[in-house]
């Protein structure tokens, strides 16, 4: 059944959606297969640190639309972190051609005691009206929170009515924290917004054109586009309502990251006729082959698909073996979201380095495609074999710190905030990459390569910062198993 | 009803998390929604502290404990935090979900703290308050539930000693140089100093002597006020209260000799000389700075800023509009007080400005919405060459008006902060330099 249902106004969470999980404990190949078998089950922890929610990444899916405001409707600390899209927005805008980028616009109905007893729809109402007024956007978006789901308010139904009014889409987005312990439902409840209010159904199709479902890296596609005659129409930060309007024109649907654009991607091709590649993103050789393959195939482009992974080949190849050379053997550690933290583990395999093991943040089983051929894990255990400790842990830093005090890894490779302090806490070596485009293709390995070679060499900062620094966590807690704490529900009989 | 608000540039009441995590090993353990923790450490700069950000425990609520409650949760939380962490002092901080759905995490608290655990609860739903207001709710609770019971001394005083509440730590992102500089000049004047939050406080120990000293010191105009108005309840100490912040040579001195005319009124004894004695070497070394940097204020011909918008919380408002008068020469503008300072403290604030200058009044607005401050702004037009202290949320707006801009509040993603304070005469020196450096800077 398909996952995507347009008329409905909320979009399920992952862990009712796609089965989703983020407690686990054993190897790559062995998740893969609880999975397939559809034999897996949630862990409950009981000891937990502070997770993140929804709302910062339905927001993040939604503030860099150039044209958009977004109105938080809860207490203000619902939107505390919010101006880092502001930040986001301003600094990177000249990677995608937005020379003179302006603020974003981040309200918050301020919701107080008063509004928590008597409701907050006509506050909700009276924002809404006064945004526009103020900012003039071509959409607005209401993303909820906690407060505000708990007590009812009628999100939608306020919504409909002053978009009503005023003339512009008015899209409300669930995404209230309890809901879900993956903060990536967060993306979907965005998407869902953005395809249910703002796609629409294609005049008329561009051969040339392919969506991508992408944060806000650097312009690699671009340059490679050009040499595919494609054109790279970026997904939804720094795209216009107009663009969004008419991604449904596009030939085809790719993705930086699974986890990111599993839900518009889908939503994309099941309702808008816009298909969708069936091949995990280009991280690695093996996948950056059969990626560009399938890109070529989908736009008639195959012959030139070949040209260019030609091209790539004999100008990539022999600095990867160089890099092999320098990197074979050395272990690493992997803490990232899933599907980019599969790309990451894949990288290092393709530099021969060894996976000590890998903290990720959590599980889906599948993608809202429902293909198998998109299963990140799968196809990273198929091509570059089984990876050993294998965590689903949703930033639990006291997992980490203890997986990474036994294991001391030559290397920390993180992708998300926060994780790189504890490596470089132990002494470890540790980088974060925050362009998710930058490992991609084979130049991509390469540069990763380069990143990882300067990394390990330039280590006495770390070093020095080990020897000064401070750990809060005592000494029993870093002699224990690094799951203790986690139940033992996950014990699947398939194991 | 409060209104919406356009670029926060202050938190809800559980990012008074901050405010524990400033205390020296103690540990926030939040009962609330998964992405609270993340909101608030996303929203202050470098704010982990020793066990804040991803270190602190949190029940993270789900739907099973929207609906049946989260108590257990939050005990068995509570119990394994003692074991994983190291820590002195435990603040348990409620969220929105707990509130709402009723759970009793102070009666949950209160078990540990019969086992002996030096345990506080505090109730901070999002939607009662702001952190500016948080940040009382919690240090009276930690005086309540933890000072009180560990204190070596309840009644006996300590003549020389004072608490200090001057600053809400990360929210004003100098407080730990202000900290530090409050506490030269207390013990320049023969003052001894509890600051209670950073790295020059004494952490819990400090805290346990809360209750011997002779008075209490407030720097703010409103917020901390339930804090000195407590203990002077509860311990029968008086506050001596400097309503804004003192930056440079004219209002430390002021602060500084009124503090000692307060401190002798409660028996301290402080020689004239020795108080006098160190104002005086403290304005020499300020005013060989102005004196020598004045050639330059007058005569700098390729442009220097004229007059200064600053959108910031009423304490520095005041503190700033009446440093850069007096002691540059920029003149301020419509000013904008963006902490949501509750209605009733409006008054004091605005005789506090209308004292800056007799010749001349300088609008001030309360405008927790600073979107619609920055519209003022957009429109105000005047000679010379403008100034905007702000947020980082004003950069873009310094841009667009051709004006300079210094980064020095909330939330700062563009400036790195670490142990620099504009309190005192060493903050009105720095505030100077950050200023005209910034202007300097634009000359290529």
Not at chain 1, 262 to 272: D, G, P, R
Request: glycine letters at 10%.
């Amino acid at each position: 059944m398909s996952t995507v249902n347009l008329k409905a106004a909320e979009v399920q969470v992952r862990e009712n959606r796609l089965g989703s999980i983020t407690g686990f404990k054993g190897t790559a190949a062995e998740l893969v297969q609880c999975a397939q078998c559809g034999e897996l089950t949630d862990s409950e922890r009981s000891f937990s640190q502070c997770l993140g929610c929804s709302t910062s990444n339905a927001t993040c899916a939604v503030a860099l639309i150039q044209d958009s405001a977004v109105i938080s409707h809860g207490p203000v600390g619902c939107a505390g972190r919010l101006h880092d899209y502001g930040f986001t927005y301003r600094v990177n805008g000249k990677h995608r051609g937005v020379t003179n980028p302006q603020q974003r616009r981040i309200f918050s109905t301020n919701m107080d005691e008063h509004d928590t007893v008597y409701g907050g729809n006509e506050k909700l109402a009276a924002t809404i009206r006064e945004v526009y007024e103020r900012v003039k956007p071509n959409v607005i978006f209401i993303v909820t929170t906690c407060a505000s789901g708990i007590i009812g308010d009628d999100v939608q139904g306020i919504a409909d009515e002053v978009e009503q009014e005023i003339g512009i889409p008015v899209s409300p987005i669930f995404c209230e924290g309890f809901r879900s312990k993956i903060w990536t439902s967060g993306f979907d409840a965005g998407y869902h917004g953005v395809a249910r209010k703002l796609i629409k159904p294609a005049a008329k199709k561009q051969s040339d054109l392919v969506n991508i479902v992408n944060f806000w890296g650097t312009d690699v596609f671009g340059e490679w586009f050009k040499r595919l005659r494609l054109r790279a129409n970026y997904l939804t930060p720094y795209a216009t309502v107009a663009q969004i309007e008419t991604s449904s024109e596009a030939v085809a649907t790719v993705q930086i990251c699974s986890t990111l654009g599993s839900y518009l991607a889908a939503a994309l091709e099941q309702e808008f006729g816009v298909p969708e590649i069936s091949v995990s993103p280009p991280y690695g050789i093996e996948q950056t082959e059969k990626w560009f393959r399938e890109l070529g195939r989908m736009t008639d482009r195959e012959a030139e698909a070949e040209t260019f992974l030609r091209e790539e080949r004999e100008k990539w190849l022999p600095e990867i073996e160089e890099l092999r050379e320098k990197l074979g053997g050395k272990t690493a550690y992997v803490t990232a979201g899933a599907s980019h933290g599969h790309a990451l583990l894949g990288l290092l395999k393709e530099l021969r380095l060894r996976p000590l093991g890998a903290a990720i943040f959590h599980h889906d089983p599948v993608y809202d495609k429902g293909v198998d051929s998109l299963d990140s894990l799968n196809n990273l255990v198929e091509e570059y074999g089984d990876i050993p400790g294998y965590n689903v842990c949703n930033k639990q830093e006291f997992e980490l710190v203890n997986i990474l005090n036994r294991t001391k890894p030559d290397i920390l490779l993180a992708r998300h905030g926060g994780m790189t302090l504890w490596g470089a806490k132990f002494g470890i070596p540790s980088l974060l990459i925050g362009d998710e485009h930058y490992g991609m293709g084979y130049e991509g390995i390469v540069k990763y390569g380069r990143r990882i070679v300067d990394a390990i060499e330039n280590d006495e900062f770390v070093k020095n910062l080990a020897r000064h620094t401070v750990i809060p966590y005592s000494k029993w807690w870093l002699e224990q198993d690094p799951y203790a704490f986690l139940g033992s529900a996950l014990e699947a009989e398939g194991f | 009803m409060s209104g919406f608000i356009e670029q926060q540039r202050f938190m809800c009441a559980i990012g008074g998390m901050q405010t524990v995590v400033a205390i020296p090993r103690a540990v926030p353990i939040l009962h609330s929604g998964p992405g609270c923790g993340v909101m608030v450490s996303g929203f202050f700069d470098r704010a982990k502290g020793y066990a804040g950000g991803n270190t602190a425990p949190c029940s993270n609520f789900t739907e099973r404990e929207v609906v049946f409650g989260g108590e257990e949760k939050l005990e068995t939380l509570i119990r394994n935090t003692y074991k994983v962490l190291d820590t002195d002092l435990q603040v348990v901080l409620t969220g929105c979900t707990s509130a709402i759905v009723g759970d009793d995490a102070g009666q949950v608290a209160k078990r540990f703290a019969e086992e002996g655990k030096p345990i506080v609860y505090v109730d901070t739903p999002g939607f009662k308050c702001s952190n500016f207001e948080a940040h009382s709710l919690i240090v009276n609770a930690v005086i309540d539930q933890y000072v009180d019971r560990y204190a070596y001394n309840h009644t006996e005083k300590d003549p020389g000693l004072v608490n200090l509440f001057a600053t809400i730590p990360y929210q004003d992102p100098f407080w730990k140089g202000n900290l530090e500089e409050f506490k030269r000049i207390f013990q320049g004047i023969g003052l001894r100093v509890n600051l209670l939050f950073g790295p020059h406080s004494g952490g819990v120990e400090e805290w346990k002597s809360i209750p011997q000293a002779g008075f209490n010191v407030l720097v703010s105009p409103w917020y901390g006020l339930p804090i000195v108005e407590h203990l002077e309840e509860k311990y029968g100490q008086p506050f001596y209260h400097f309503p804004y912040l003192p930056i440079g040579g004219n209002e430390t001195t002021r602060f500084l000799r009124g503090l000692a005319e307060f401190a002798r009124t409660q028996g301290v004894d402080l020689p004239k000389e020795r108080v006098e004695g160190f104002v005086a070497q403290e304005e020499k070394v300020f005013y060989e700075e102005l004196d020598s940097l004045a050639t330059f204020l007058l005569e700098f011909r390729y442009g220097l800023p004229n007059f200064v918008h600053v959108l910031h919380d009423a304490s520095y408002i005041i503190g700033i509009s009446k440093f850069l008068l007096h002691e540059t020469g920029i003149v301020p503008k419509e000013q904008f007080v963006t902490d949501n300072v509750p209605e009733e403290y409006h008054e004091g604030i605005r005789a506090e400005m209308a004292k800056i200058s007799d010749k001349k009044t300088i609008p001030v607005f309360f405008q927790p919405d600073a979107g619609a401050a920055q519209q003022q702004i957009r429109e105000a037009s005047y000679p010379g060459r403008g100034l905007i202290i702000g947020g980082g949320w004003d950069k873009q707006l310094a841009k667009d008006k051709q004006y300079d801009f210094l980064s020095a509040s909330l939330p700062s993603p563009y400036r790195l902060v670490m142990t620099t304070g504009y309190a005192g005469y060493k903050g009105g020196l720095r505030l100077i330099e950050d200023i005209y450096g910034k202007v300097l800077d634009t000359y290529n």
